[in-house]
């Protein structure tokens, strides 16, 4: 088995007559941590959405465990995201909204939803809905959503955004460790440390353009 998790060739994407995305190709490593970097509006967002699935290239193509999506497969198959913010029922407890998303899997136990939540540190018998979480909550319940079905590949948009220096560590700890088990991580962030201390390699992206990578 080819040791690729993703395979990113020629992608380019526009919207109307703005291109956002020009000849992006790269290959990332199954197992490894891959941070996107750049600056706001460089096409970190859009990249990660052609590589889930989300949005299609307007050339080019994104291979994820060598299924080409939109052609073997309209999403990334056997991968958990979290792209911007997530969305969940909000008058429903978190607990709940992932038992629900779960239930669509048909995938995850009660038990293991329950491990999740704690896993990200939040409470599983908070009764608050999340429309009453803080940022930094519905981001940890978002990590929590995107590890559901055990995915070999996460794909994580800015997923420190809003946490506490407590959540930062402990998501942090979490990255290394579901890369020790082997799993790959795509990682946007604008945090220098997330991508000193976790990335095994770094792609920069500079209006549209990956730079290094
Ligand atoms: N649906 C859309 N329609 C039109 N333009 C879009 C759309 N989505 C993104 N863009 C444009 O694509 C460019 C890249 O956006 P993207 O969200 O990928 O940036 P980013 O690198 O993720 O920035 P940030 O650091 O702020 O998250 C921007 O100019 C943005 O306005
Ligand atoms: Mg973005």
């Known amino acids: 088995m080819s040791d690729i998790a993703v395979s990113v060739q020629h992608i380019t994407k526009r919207f109307g007559s ?7 190709s790269m290959e990332l490593e199954q197992g490894k941590i891959h941070g996107i970097i750049g600056r706001n509006g460089s096409g970190k967002t859009v990249l990660m ?4 699935g989300f949005l299609r ?21 056997n991968t958990g995201m979290l792209i911007e913010t997530p969305g969940f029922l909000p008058h429903e407890t ?6 629900w ?12 939803v329950k491990s999740l939540i704690e896993m990200v540190g939040l409470d599983p018998t908070l009764r608050k809905p999340v429309s009453q979480y803080s940022l930094g909550m ?5 990590i929590a959503q995107a590890l559901l079905d055990d995915p070999a ?10 946490l506490d220096k407590n959540g930062v560590r402990s998501i942090r700890e979490l990255l290394l460790s579901l890369k020790k088990q082997g799993k790959t991580i795509i990682l946007a962030s604008h945090f220098a440390q997330d991508i000193d201390e976790l990335c095994d390699s770094v792609c ?5 353009c990956l730079i290094t990578g």
């Open 18 to 24: 703005d291109t956002v995305l020009k000849d992006v």
């Open 49 to 52: 959405k052609c590589i889930c």
């Open 57 to 77: 290239p307007t050339e080019g193509t994104a291979q994820v465990f060598g299924k080409t999506i939109g052609k073997d497969c309209d999403f990334a198959p």
């Open 94 to 99: 978190g607990m709940n909204n992932l038992l």
């Open 101 to 112: 998303l779960a239930k669509l899997g048909n995938r995850a136990s009660k038990e293991r």
């Open 138 to 142: 519905r981001q940890r319940l978002g």
């Open 153 to 162: 590949l996460l794909i994580l948009d800015e997923p420190m955004n809003g």
């Open 204 to 208: 920069e992206m500079d209006q549209g």
